[in-house]
């Protein structure tokens, strides 16, 4: 009975295009050396928190587990030297908090409505009561765009050039949807959940995003051939909204040649949307792409919140506490987040710092080939907003 109340739960929320792609498009044509105003997109979108009294903004803070608590000190020093106009309220949870305490975080989170988190581990030797607390935070405040801009950074060696792909993931249900059972002894049930809703709602922001980012070409993922019911739905929704955008080349692809045709050319990709699984599956392989989980930033959006973090979803605990790990991934999520607050000049001003920061080959750090310090890198950060200033 339980289960099938979360089913059709799920199956009950509303088609609507509601998130905030204007941000993440001004964001990375910044990044690309060409910028457009926010104000010159037409389609409705959710409306930012207004500033406090002052001027200023308050985002709830989630340092989270590993390198989060460091990563966020460094976030706070460099929006202290750009006198940035947030305040953070820090909320400390991590792996080891009971779920009341995640809880807790979550209202924080819907007090404030933005905020800026670290990756909670999850340990899988915990019993099936254990909730993943990534996932309670998406699923909760019904975070259900998880975008992630993919592109080549300045000054950093892959094997691949000219890589720029956005990537759209369905946030809250598929594999994801936390309905495990074992039917018989040595027997379990997992349920994959796609409801035409959902899948609607993805597909409608993905190809909407793509128009107003005058990209050509939306790929969806799928293993329709396998799973006809499931993946068959989240095609033909995709199917169906893409029939209202002419203008953009629809293609479908499986999964599984999607990873090989991602590692051998993936510049053939333009913008990607795909279920739950998938698109973690192909974060990770992009991540890799561009040099790195240090690198790329991310950020997940609902019809009232938005929470920015990394787009690995990696805690690098055995890189915490050494004074190695690179900020680059956290603060450019910042910059998004800054702009999501229509805080633009800040963000540029961080963005640029941090990019000329990447191009100084000397304070790179081990995980791109380099030998210095997280330090190193963040003074050199300030170094350029202290003289812009």
């Not at 997109?41 to 989060?68: C, E, L, N, Q, W």
């Not at 975080?105 to 607390?133: F, Q, W, Y």
């Not at 990770?284 to 990394?310: D, K, M, Q, R, W």
């Not at 603060?331 to 990447?358: E, G, K, N, P």
Request: a neutral charge; charged letters at 20%.
């Amino acid at each position: 009975m339980i289960m099938a109340l979360k089913i059709l739960t799920a199956a009950s929320c509303c088609v609507k295009s509601m998130l905030r792609p204007c941000n993440l498009c001004r964001s990375w044509e910044i990044l690309c050396g060409h910028e457009t105003s926010p104000r010159s997109f037409s389609f409705k979108s959710s409306i930012p928190p207004s500033a406090k009294y002052g001027g200023r903004h308050t985002v709830t803070m989630i340092p989270g587990d590993g390198i989060g608590p460091e990563l966020m000190l460094h976030v706070k020093t460099v929006f202290r030297h750009a006198c940035v106009p947030v305040d953070f309220e820090e909320v400390v949870v991590n792996c080891t908090s009971c779920e009341e305490d995640i809880h807790n975080a979550i209202m924080a989170v819907r007090r404030n409505r933005v905020a800026l988190k670290g990756n909670l581990e999850t340990d899988h030797n915990l019993p099936p009561s254990h909730k993943c607390r990534n996932n309670m935070f998406r699923t909760t405040l019904d975070l259900y765009a998880n975008v992630i801009h993919f592109k080549s950074l300045p000054g950093v060696e892959t094997r691949h050039k000219d890589v720029d792909i956005l990537v759209v993931r369905e946030n809250t249900e598929g594999e994801y949807s936390n309905l495990e059972h074992e039917s018989v002894t040595g027997v379990i049930e997992s349920l994959k959940i796609i409801t035409k809703a959902k899948s609607f709602r993805i597909a409608q922001y993905a190809f909407q995003l793509a128009q107003e980012m005058e990209r050509k070409k939306v790929t969806v993922v799928h293993k329709a051939n396998i799973m006809k019911l499931g993946d068959g739905l989240f095609l033909q929704c995709c199917r169906e909204v893409a029939s209202h955008y002419p203008q953009l080349t629809f293609e479908g692809m499986i999964v599984d040649n999607t990873t090989m045709q991602l590692v051998s050319r993936p510049q053939q990709f333009d913008v990607m949307v795909m279920p739950n699984l998938y698109g973690n599956i192909v974060n990770s392989i992009c991540t890799g792409l561009v040099g790195g989980a240090g690198l790329v930033p991310g950020a997940n959006y609902g019809h009232t919140h938005a929470v920015f973090e990394t787009a690995s979803r990696q805690s690098a605990r055995n890189l915490a506490n050494k004074n190695i790990a690179n900020p680059t991934a956290m603060l450019l999520a910042s910059c998004i987040m800054l702009d999501y607050l229509q805080l633009h000049s800040y963000a540029t001003s961080i963005r640029a710092a941090v990019l000329a920061s990447m191009e100084n080959k000397n304070v790179h750090t081990p995980d791109i080939g380099g030998q210095s310090t997280t330090l190193d890198f963040i003074h050199n950060i300030i170094d350029h907003i202290n003289t812009v200033h």
